[in-house]
């Protein structure tokens, strides 16, 4: 087969772009002729074609026009077979469009909710999941915004429904997607496929890890927290739950990574906690991450938002344990108790319970790291691309 996938930002910018990466490298080592679009060339292995920035077209049409064009053209000179969207936000429109100029099959994935919210993160006023896309509603959650603007979105976002429903597929990465996706009126073909994970440590020594966490300063226990600094990901909440866990247990480091609008906030934080054994470090290129893995004792993930991201995957594949948040969405992939613990944000003590119950049981940390080893098989990105391939053939035969 013949593949165009779009993935719209770079690979250093996000799970959803490193995601969609491995699943385009297991197609393309799966013998398909695999192709990508997007805003960045670093996309290594794949022949990557590069379009403008739409975001800077103020007329979300005109966006779509100027993406089915560019489109278009790879159709043509690649004879593409199918073009697969990464997101349901930017490019989705204009690749549905130019499938359907050449009469080719089109797949749309989707990883945020960009369906059924004008922010994409599902929560109304960054504090409680959204229950459903209305005018009144968004226009409350979104008072500091341009209201016109915001009008006209909600508009145009809410005729898109009814085409996105025209594409041959649509993917869901969790079962919670799908059934917000069905209630906002997106039911044709709607399959589930959970995110694709390449993480090993088969070649990393305990010399390199020792080393690792003596030029970072990581010393004792390490609780790490991995992501975007920016509130819904919970990077507030894990500062404000270490001068908790440190008047319980002194040998711990707690480890930052990411970048992000909350930067700012967690390095003044660290200069006003000099006494907390704090270490940030702004980005670590994916091939590196194993590492980071296994420096950790436990990956702390306090998200608001509903559903399980490829750090929860990523760690699960490393066999560590992991503390996440208990919402909706979590309970597909971590059992609680097993291959991590599931606890409700709003509870800062149990949150403490639970770090300090994994730094004192070494033998409760290695079972649960165990028991997340298995489960993480099931996410391999050579099962998935197989999945997706399939999916792929039955849209072509039918």
């Known amino acids: 087969m013949n593949i165009l996938i779009i993935i719209y930002y770079a690979l250093k910018d996000g799970g959803a772009s490193v995601s969609t990466y491995y699943l385009a490298k297991a197609l393309k080592e799966a013998g398909h002729n695999v192709y990508i679009a997007s805003l960045h060339d670093d996309y290594p292995g794949i022949e990557t074609f590069i379009f403008k920035d739409v975001r800077y077209i103020p007329i979300l049409e005109l966006r779509?026009?100027?993406?089915?064009?560019?489109?278009?053209?790879?159709?043509?000179?690649?004879?593409?077979?199918?073009?697969?969207?990464?997101?349901?936000?930017?490019?989705?429109?204009?690749?549905?469009?130019?499938?359907?100029?050449?009469?080719?099959?089109?797949?749309?994935?989707?990883?945020?909710?960009?369906?059924?919210?004008?922010?994409?993160?599902?929560?109304?006023?960054?504090?409680?999941?959204?229950?459903?896309?209305?005018?009144?509603?968004?226009?409350?959650?979104?008072?500091?915004?341009k209201i016109p603007w915001e009008l006209y979105k909600y508009n145009y976002f809410k005729r898109r429904i009814k085409r996105y429903n025209q594409a041959d597929l649509n993917i869901a990465i969790r079962d919670f997607t799908r059934k917000k996706m069905?209630?906002?009126?997106?039911?044709?073909?709607?399959?589930?496929?959970?995110?694709?994970?390449?993480?090993?440590?088969?070649?990393?020594?305990?010399?390199?890890?020792?080393?690792?966490?003596?030029?970072?300063?990581?010393?004792?226990?390490?609780?790490?927290?991995?992501?975007?600094?920016?509130?819904?990901?919970?990077?507030?909440?894990?500062?404000?739950?270490?001068?908790?866990?440190?008047?319980?247990?002194?040998?711990?480091?707690?480890?930052?990574?990411?970048?992000?609008?909350l930067?700012?906030?967690?390095?003044?934080?660290?200069?006003?906690?000099?006494?907390?054994?704090?270490?940030?470090?702004?980005?670590?290129?994916?091939?590196?991450?194993?590492?980071?893995?296994?420096?950790?004792?436990?990956?702390?993930?306090?998200?608001?938002?509903?559903?399980?991201?490829?750090?929860?995957?990523?760690?699960?594949?490393?066999?560590?344990?992991?503390?996440?948040?208990?919402?909706?969405?979590?309970?597909?992939?971590?059992?609680?108790g097993k291959t991590g613990f599931l606890v409700d944000i709003q509870n800062k003590a149990e949150w403490v319970e639970r770090i300090v119950q994994l730094m004192d049981n070494k033998e409760l940390r290695s079972k649960m790291g165990n028991n997340a080893g298995v489960r993480s098989k099931d996410f391999k990105k050579e099962k998935i691309a197989r999945e997706v391939a399939g999916l792929y053939k039955n849209i072509l035969d039918n």
């Open 64 to 145: 779509d026009l100027y993406l089915k064009s560019f489109f278009s053209k790879i159709i043509k000179k690649k004879n593409i077979d199918i073009i697969h969207s990464s997101e349901c936000r930017f490019a989705a429109m204009g690749a549905l469009k130019a499938a359907q100029k050449h009469n080719i099959r089109s797949v749309i994935h989707y990883r945020g909710y960009w369906f059924d919210c004008l922010k994409g993160d599902l929560l109304y006023k960054d504090k409680k999941i959204c229950e459903g896309m209305d005018l009144l509603k968004c226009l409350k959650c979104r008072l500091k915004r």
């Open 263 to 336: 930067k700012k906030y967690c390095r003044n934080f660290i200069k006003q906690n000099k006494k907390l054994n704090i270490k940030h470090i702004n980005f670590i290129d994916p091939k590196d991450m194993p590492l980071i893995y296994d420096a950790s004792d436990v990956v702390v993930r306090p998200t608001l938002m509903p559903g399980v991201d490829r750090v929860v995957l990523e760690t699960l594949s490393a066999s560590k344990p992991i503390i996440t948040s208990k919402i909706k969405g979590a309970n597909e992939i971590i059992e609680d």
């Open 182 to 261: 069905n209630k906002a009126g997106i039911i044709n073909n709607v399959k589930v496929v959970y995110n694709p994970i390449n993480i090993t440590n088969q070649n990393i020594t305990s010399e390199q890890i020792n080393n690792f966490k003596k030029i970072n300063g990581l010393n004792g226990f390490v609780a790490t927290f991995i992501g975007k600094l920016i509130y819904h990901k919970g990077i507030k909440f894990f500062l404000d739950l270490m001068p908790l866990i440190n008047k319980k247990r002194k040998n711990i480091t707690f480890l930052i990574i990411g970048d992000g609008p």
